[in-house]
């Protein structure tokens, strides 16, 4: 069962905000380069009743992950949030140098105190002019099963990544403690997860959140093929379907768009690096607006 120790929530209840809000999402802010943090320092909401999801890659450091939250929750009626790789990292300049499991249930603890939503929370109703959303947080991280074209198997994938010289750093990063690797992990998130999503309510619609996206399809536009391998699981590729997914919001792969699946959009709504957001030009403020989803908050609206 889920802990229920964020203070905006009692045993059984869901949170529920006032109608006429607006419900935006970002990702991968990055607020370790100065200028990412300024653009969070900017971000405001459009009116008092928005909502915002945090779809994961705040920050490295629990510092910074909590100064952008505290910011964002003062802000937004209501912060959503689900961890990135990088929150999960035990970085060697974080001072706070829990690892693996410790470290994901340590920024929980710190979201709730913040009033901030997590995956190991009540499902939120976001309360839409159609009805309620179920916003559905998620955090399941990755198995190797997005393989490269012509892979025979996870370690001849890695093994080409090597060669490549693309490995993520999450293999030295992101600890999996005490799970025996990452894919195990993975394979109890996804267990925790299929048991609270098919507890939700049978009629309603859900926004399924998550850093990684959830279908492979996204990932087959990357530079590097071999870093799929650290982009997410095939055990999800129907969930946006059986979990009546409204959408679908994800980040981590720096590649802002929206694709569609099974007539679902799956919106990217990282901001990612400097270098990558002066490339492309990047939103003004970069939030985008997933429901009721007239657009994104910006002068230059969605791509």
Do not use: K
């Not at 109608?19 to 380069?33: E, P, Q």
């Not at 994961?56 to 964002?72: K, M, N, S």
Request: proline content about 10%.
């Amino acid at each position: 069962m889920p802990s229920t120790t964020n203070p905006r929530i009692s045993d059984g209840e869901a949170v529920r905000g006032p109608t006429g809000g607006r419900l935006f999402a970002v990702s991968d802010l990055h607020v370790a380069y100065e200028q990412n943090r300024a653009i969070v320092e900017d971000l405001r909401p459009s009116g008092s009743s928005d909502w915002l999801i945090v779809a994961g890659d705040i920050g490295e450091l629990t510092a910074d992950v909590e100064w952008a939250l505290r910011l964002l929750a003062e802000r937004f009626a209501q912060v959503v949030w689900v961890p990135g790789n990088h929150e999960l990292w035990t970085h060697p300049d974080d001072p706070v140098r829990l690892r693996g499991e410790a470290r994901y249930r340590g920024l929980v603890e710190l979201c709730r105190s913040l009033g901030v939503l997590t995956p190991q929370d009540p499902y939120a109703h976001w309360p839409g002019p159609d009805g309620p959303v179920v916003i559905a947080p998620l955090f399941l991280l990755y198995d190797y099963s997005f393989l490269p074209p012509g892979a025979a198997g996870a370690a001849a994938a890695l093994a080409r990544a090597e060669e490549a010289g693309v490995v993520a750093t999450d293999e030295f990063l992101l600890h999996s403690d005490p799970y025996p690797d990452r894919a195990a992990w993975c394979r109890a998130r996804l267990a925790y997860t299929r048991e609270r999503l098919d507890a939700c309510p049978p009629d309603l619609p859900t926004v399924l959140v998550n850093h990684f996206p959830l279908v492979r399809e996204p990932t087959r536009i990357l530079r590097y093929p071999e870093f799929a391998l650290w982009c997410g699981t095939t055990a999800t590729h129907d969930w946006h379907r059986r979990y009546r997914a409204a959408a679908v919001v994800y980040g981590h792969l720096h590649i802002p768009r929206t694709t569609w699946h099974d007539g679902v959009p799956h919106r990217e709504v990282s901001l990612g690096y400097p270098r990558e957001w002066r490339a492309r030009g990047r939103l003004d403020p970069p939030l985008r607006e997933i429901l009721p989803g007239r657009g994104a908050l910006s002068r230059r609206g969605a791509r």
